[in-house]
């Protein structure tokens, strides 16, 4: 990722968690999150957004957002500002802010392996991430990585100790 380049984007952790907070704002369950070059594909699905009744109602939508370094310093920015002053900053998995919980520990994670491009998906709070990593001699690989519900929930629980 281009934090390690001199990109306006800070670290895994408070880059994953703002996208998260993104997430949790935006009802988005099942994610797929894709790296590109100046940015990252957010794809989730959510209950549609009709005020109307209709024979669809009840039903998931796909939802994709193309979102740029410019916006996801801006979503950092406002998580930014919102520390301390809220009820998100406490790990509630359960709640309404597990997607920002949730991806706040996986960008700990990735802070620790510095990967080259991350591909992300989420199934029921379970994640998998397939990284492109450096190997030894230069040389370059993915790697796939699994964190079950049950971990992601332990991660949360640990993480403020790990401050």
Do not use: C
Not at 13 to 25: K, Q, Y
Not at 110 to 130: I, M, N, S, T, Y
């Amino acid at each position: 990722m281009r934090i390690y380049e001199g990109s306006p984007r800070q670290d895994w952790a408070e880059v994953l968690r703002s996208i998260g907070a993104f997430a949790d704002r935006e009802v988005l369950k099942e994610l797929l999150l894709l790296e590109l070059d100046g940015g990252f594909i957010l794809q989730g699905l959510a209950l549609p957004q009709s005020g109307a009744w209709s024979e669809s109602s009840g039903t998931l939508a796909k939802r994709t957002y193309e979102l740029t370094d410019e916006q996801i310093a801006q979503l950092i920015e406002e998580r930014t500002a919102l520390r301390g002053t809220v009820a998100s900053d406490t790990p509630q998995a359960e709640v309404g802010n597990f997607q920002e919980q949730a991806m706040r520990v996986i960008g700990a994670y990735l802070d620790k392996h510095l990967p080259r491009d991350v591909f992300l998906f989420e199934q029921e709070g379970a994640f998998v991430l397939r990284l492109l990593t450096a190997g030894s001699g230069g040389t370059f690989g993915h790697q796939l990585v699994e964190f079950t519900r049950d971990d992601i929930l332990a991660m949360i629980e640990e993480a403020p100790s790990q401050r």
